[in-house]
Every structure is written in structure tokens, then in C-alpha cells.
């Protein structure tokens, strides 16, 4: 079995980041560029690239999130870019776990027949797997801003948010020509796009927080993730990776039995995502136990 690694996301101000960066399974940091920032891009990336291990800044492009703040009762949420979709449709909030009807698309504004009875909050991703969906553009203010940092203190990994086309990493290299860029398939349209990978674009990443919600039908996910793997065998596994450790000191079982199951069908490197990785405690343990899971079934091969 290949050496297992794991790729951690760092929240920005955390004052535990050396004792992650410092553990053997980690081979990357993570930044989402959804969190918010007290500083200049360029001040972060600089402290961040300086704990040691290769720092890949998680841009949003198409991905679909919220503008501003609805509060409920609502009938509309804004949305990160301007949209077309055939209504009325489904949109799926809270990683899938919620749902509203929408109505009608304004531009970038969803008219809700119903929503979630709480509040939605900037920065939340929204799921619309309807296949007529159409995203206009794809790199947001923010995205921009932050590779023009990477510019500045001479950083190059990218990792990109809902690839679904040679097109959306042209853009990234439109403004940094020599990026490397590792491309999350979080989309149906992504996942045909990976069928056809073109290991020069970049590495692929299974990102199953949004992909289980596009897929649609549940079961669709394992599929979907042979078919990853299949198109790049070194590719990475994100999302969903022990999250009942954010809330408990002890793993759930049929999590344990997910890890088994992603190093079975081959992955070996597995990116953790931000509720786990908020708090020390509950990121270590999360690296302790996937270290675990993999000398068991070494063990048992």
C-alpha cells in the first residue's frame, strides 16, 4: 500500500498550526478563501507558507455561494455569481440538508417559494444540480484578489473550486501563467469533465461535500468516486472525513468503515475539511485515526 497522506485546512488566526503542520501525515495546507481575513492576502499567505508544508489556496470560481445574509422568513437569496436555470427547481442548503424551492432566477437573485427556517449566511455554498443550470463566469472578486497575492509573495498551488472545464483553468493561469492546480470535481458536468483528464491540466480532487449533494441520488457518490480515481489514480479525497469529531472526542463508526472504504477503492491522499480542522483537538485526532484505519488494513491486506 502507497504511504498514506492528508492535506488539513488552516483556519487563518488558529494558534495550533505549528503542532498540525508539524505531523507526519500532513503533506499540504488547505486555505479556504471563504474565511475571513483581519490582514491583507498577501501578509497571510506569507505566515501560512512559512509553517513548512506546500500551501494550496482554495479559490471558489462557479461555485455557488451566498452574497448576503437572508433572514428568514425570506423569499430570496443572493447569490456569488449570476445564474440560469429552468424554474421551478430545487436548491440545497447546509451541505444538502436543507432545501428550498425556487421559483424564479433574477439574475443573481434566487426567488424562494419556501426556504429554510433559518438564517442563511454569506458564504454558504448553494447546490442547484438541476442540469440546465448555467454559472456566468467563473473567478470571483475575492479569487482574483488572492492570486494577485500569489503573485506578490510568489505563490503558485491553486486548488479550484467546481472544475468543470479546460476553460476554468485557463482562467486561473490568465493571471497566474505557472500555477499548479489541483481541480475539486464537485458537479456532474466535473465529473464528465474528469472522464477525460489531461494530466497536465492538474491533479484531481473528489470534493464529496458538494459532489454527494450534485449527484442527486446518494448512491451516485461511489460511482462517481471510482470514476475519479479511475481518470487519476494519484487523485485526492475531500469532505465528509470523520465530522463527528468536531462534536465528540470519539469517531463514529461507520465513519471508520468510510476511510476503509476510500483506501480500498484505492485513495491515498485525503484533504480534511473545515469543521473538523477548526479546533487542535479534533484535527490531530482526525490525522491519528486515519493513520490507524490505514495500518489496519495494511495489516489486514
Given at each position: 500500500m502507497r504511504a498514506v497522506q492528508a492535506l488539513v485546512t488552516v483556519p487563518p488566526y488558529a494558534p495550533f498550526l505549528a503542532d498540525v503542520a508539524a505531523h507526519p501525515l500532513v503533506a499540504g495546507l488547505r486555505l479556504n478563501t471563504v474565511m475571513p481575513l483581519a490582514e491583507p492576502p498577501a501578509v497571510v499567505l506569507t505566515r501560512l507558507a512559512a509553517l513548512g508544508p506546500p500551501l494550496w489556496v482554495d479559490l471558489k470560481s462557479r461555485q455557488l455561494r451566498v452574497a448576503e445574509a437572508a433572514l428568514p422568513p425570506y423569499t430570496a437569496v443572493r447569490l456569488s455569481h449570476r445564474i440560469h436555470v429552468h424554474t421551478p427547481t430545487d436548491a440545497f442548503f447546509a451541505d444538502g440538508r436543507q432545501h428550498a424551492r425556487i421559483a424564479a432566477v433574477e439574475g443573481d437573485r434566487l426567488i424562494l417559494e419556501d426556504g429554510p427556517r433559518?438564517?442563511?449566511?454569506?458564504?454558504?455554498?448553494?447546490?442547484?444540480?438541476?442540469?440546465?443550470?448555467?454559472?456566468?463566469?467563473?473567478?470571483?472578486?475575492?479569487?482574483?484578489?488572492?492570486?494577485?497575492?500569489?503573485?506578490?509573495?510568489?505563490?503558485?498551488?491553486?486548488?479550484?473550486?467546481?472544475?468543470?472545464?479546460?476553460?476554468?483553468?485557463?482562467?486561473?493561469?490568465?493571471?497566474?501563467?505557472?500555477?499548479?492546480?489541483?481541480?475539486?470535481?464537485?458537479?456532474?458536468?466535473?465529473?464528465?469533465?474528469?472522464?477525460?483528464?489531461?494530466?497536465?491540466?492538474?491533479?484531481?480532487?473528489?470534493?464529496?461535500?458538494?459532489?454527494?449533494?450534485?449527484?442527486?441520488?446518494?448512491?451516485?457518490?461511489?460511482?462517481?468516486?471510482?470514476?475519479?480515481?479511475?481518470?487519476?489514480?494519484?487523485?485526492?479525497?475531500?469532505?465528509?472525513?470523520?465530522?463527528?469529531?468536531?462534536?465528540?472526542?470519539?469517531?463514529?463508526?461507520?465513519?471508520?468503515?468510510?476511510?476503509?472504504?476510500?483506501?480500498?477503492?484505492?485513495?491515498?491522499?485525503?484533504?480534511?475539511?473545515?469543521?473538523?480542522?477548526?479546533?487542535?483537538?479534533?484535527?490531530?485526532?482526525?490525522?491519528?485515526?486515519?493513520?490507524?484505519v490505514a495500518r489496519e488494513m495494511e495489516n489486514r491486506t
Open positions: 433559518r438564517v442563511i449566511g454569506p458564504g454558504e455554498s448553494v447546490n442547484i444540480p438541476h442540469p440546465s443550470l448555467r454559472v456566468e463566469g467563473t473567478l470571483t472578486e475575492t479569487d482574483r484578489a488572492y492570486l494577485a497575492a500569489m503573485r506578490e509573495t510568489g505563490q503558485r498551488r491553486v486548488m479550484l473550486s467546481y472544475v468543470e472545464s479546460p476553460a476554468d483553468v485557463e482562467a486561473v493561469r490568465e493571471h497566474l501563467p505557472d500555477a499548479e492546480i489541483l481541480l475539486k470535481i464537485e458537479s456532474r458536468r466535473g465529473l464528465a469533465f474528469a472522464r477525460t483528464h489531461d494530466a497536465r491540466l492538474g491533479r484531481l480532487v473528489a470534493a464529496r461535500g458538494d459532489l454527494f449533494v450534485e449527484v442527486v441520488e446518494p448512491h451516485r457518490i461511489l460511482g462517481a468516486l471510482r470514476d475519479v480515481l479511475t481518470a487519476d489514480p494519484q487523485a485526492i479525497v475531500a469532505s465528509r472525513l470523520f465530522p463527528s469529531l468536531a462534536r465528540h472526542p470519539v469517531p463514529e463508526a461507520a465513519e471508520i468503515g468510510d476511510a476503509a472504504f476510500l483506501l480500498a477503492l484505492g485513495y491515498r491522499t485525503f484533504l480534511l475539511g473545515d469543521e473538523v480542522c477548526l479546533q487542535r483537538d479534533s484535527v490531530l485526532a482526525a490525522l491519528e485515526l486515519l493513520a490507524a
